[in-house]
């Protein structure tokens, strides 16, 4: 299987701050990246697919990037509705497909 | 708007059959490239995908689960089943169903039901 690792776990940001999520695979996986946002009780949402496109309706303040091994989800300019846990996930042509192990987003 | 809605017992017995079933509305499930995907999340933990169907009954599940578990769909009655076998209590979990974004975005999930809680226990 392809790990999928995040980092930071847990992050705690001020309202108007950058906030950077990186997410590492075990090996090369391109651009078959996709972020998501998950908030308690709530389905999760996707946010980007393919390391940077933006879906439909997501704000521009959040950004991807990254290739290879190594990704990036951007908040630019934090908002108190960004608070929430994101995951990186992985579609290589190798199943699984798996998923990062989380960073819990907090408002300081 | 394609909706997605999950439905099942709460609580299986262990070594039981978990079984829960996804309704689809609001679109075909014939239409488009799209892959139906179960996928769950045990307490505390992170997202865990468990498989996903194709429209022609195409199949792929994690090797993890692969001997325990059957991903089926009825395509009359807009449903997406998911049984898993001889569970255990390490099976407790919220189970969402998702639907990818097709040729659009492959394997990218951009819908998804509520999520259903199902609890192993005695």
């Known amino acids: 299987d392809i790990q999928m690792t995040q980092s930071p776990s847990s992050l705690s940001a001020s309202v108007g701050d950058r906030v950077t999520i990186t997410c590492q695979a075990s090996q090369d996986i391109t651009n078959y990246l996709n972020w998501y946002q998950h908030k308690p009780g709530k389905a999760p949402k996707l946010l980007i697919h393919?390391?940077?496109n933006l879906e439909a309706g997501v704000p521009s303040r959040f950004s991807g990037g990254g290739s290879g091994t190594l990704f990036t989800l951007t908040i630019n300019s934090l908002q108190p509705e960004d608070i929430a846990t994101y995951y990186c996930?992985?579609?290589?042509?190798?199943?699984?497909?798996?998923f990062g192990g989380g960073t819990k987003l907090e408002i300081k | 708007q394609v909706q997605l809605q999950e439905s099942g017992p709460g609580l299986v017995k262990p070594s039981q059959t978990l079984s829960l079933t996804c309704t689809v509305s609001g679109g075909s499930m014939k239409s488009g490239n799209f892959y139906w995907t179960w996928i769950r999340q045990n307490p505390g933990k992170g997202l865990e995908w468990i498989g996903y169907i194709h429209w022609s009954g195409e199949t792929h599940y994690n090797p993890s689960l692969k001997s325990r578990v059957m991903i089926s769909l009825d395509t009359s009655a807009s449903q997406i089943s998911l049984n898993l076998r001889s569970v255990t209590a390490a099976d407790t979990a919220v189970y969402f169903c998702?639907?990818?974004?097709?040729?659009?975005?492959?394997?990218?999930?951009?819908?998804w039901g509520q999520g259903t809680m199902v609890t192993v226990s005695s």
């Open positions: 998702a639907r990818d974004g097709g040729s659009v975005a492959p394997n990218a999930f951009d819908i």
């Open positions: 996930q992985q579609y290589d042509n190798i199943l699984p497909l798996t």
């Open positions: 393919d390391v940077s």
